[in-house]
Every structure is written in structure tokens, then in C-alpha cells.
Nanobody
Framework: QVTLVESGGGLVQPGGSLRLSCAAS????????IAWFRQAPGKEREAVSC????????YYADSVKGRFTMSRDNFKKTIYLQMNSLKREDTAVYYC???????????????????WGKGTLVTVSS
């Protein structure tokens, strides 16, 4: 059974940092495209970052480029999202998602992902 479990969310002041983790089980991590999405209150879910199985590249949304870094540890079967210089507009529930091979519908299209975690809340506030 494929499962993804996010952790590391919390309350942080503007300008601060957090590292999110996503523990994967039930599948071989490096056979999948892995992504982080987020959903702010009253807004649609949006893509944040992706490690593509297809071309090996790491993609970022323009809104987080230069501030967020995505990585993975295949041995630990864990995906990370290091978030620096956090802004109030980064407040959201952050989700980890996986798609076998892929991405087939564009790295930033949530419809292409097969598996999702339940999310972890990040609140950026003073």
C-alpha cells in the first residue's frame, strides 16, 4: 500500500525557515515523480516543486524560486522541502504527491498525480 506522510509544519515568523518532510512507503521512491503542492484558505491547490522522473530535473513555482529547495533521500525514502525567507503568502496546507514515472500532464498539474498525503499546515505570521 502506497502511503505518503508529511510532517514539519508549524507556526513561523515572516523571514523564518521550516523544513517539511514526506515519508514514503509501499513503493520505490526513485521510480516516481514526486511533488509538493499547497493550498491556502479559499484558494485552489497549486504546485510548489517537483522532482521529475522523466528528465531528473527539479522544478519550482516562480513564487518560491530562490527560497525553497526540494530534495529526496532514496535510502530513507523521504522527500524534503526546505523553505527559507518565508512570507505570509506561503501560509497553506502543504501536500506531498507521487506519480509513477511521469509527469504525464505537466509537473504542476495535480490531476496527474496518483498518490497524496494528508498534508501539513504551515502558518507564517508574526
Amino acid at each position: 500500500q502506497v502511503t505518503l506522510v508529511e510532517s514539519g509544519g508549524g507556526l513561523v515568523q515572516p523571514g523564518g525557515s521550516l523544513r517539511l518532510s514526506c515519508a514514503a512507503s509501499g513503493f520505490t521512491l526513485d521510480h516516481y515523480t514526486i511533488a509538493w503542492f499547497r493550498q491556502a484558505p479559499g484558494k485552489e491547490r497549486e504546485a510548489v516543486s517537483c522532482i521529475s522522473k522523466r528528465d531528473g530535473r527539479i522544478y519550482y513555482a516562480d513564487s518560491v524560486k530562490g527560497r525553497f529547495t526540494m530534495s529526496r533521500d532514496n535510502f530513507k525514502k523521504t522527500i524534503y522541502l526546505q523553505m527559507n525567507s518565508l512570507k505570509r503568502e506561503d501560509t497553506a496546507v502543504y501536500y506531498c504527491a507521487a506519480e509513477v514515472l511521469g509527469p504525464t500532464m505537466g509537473w504542476d498539474n495535480s490531476a496527474g498525480y496518483d498518490y497524496w498525503g494528508k498534508g501539513t499546515l504551515v502558518t507564517v505570521s508574526s
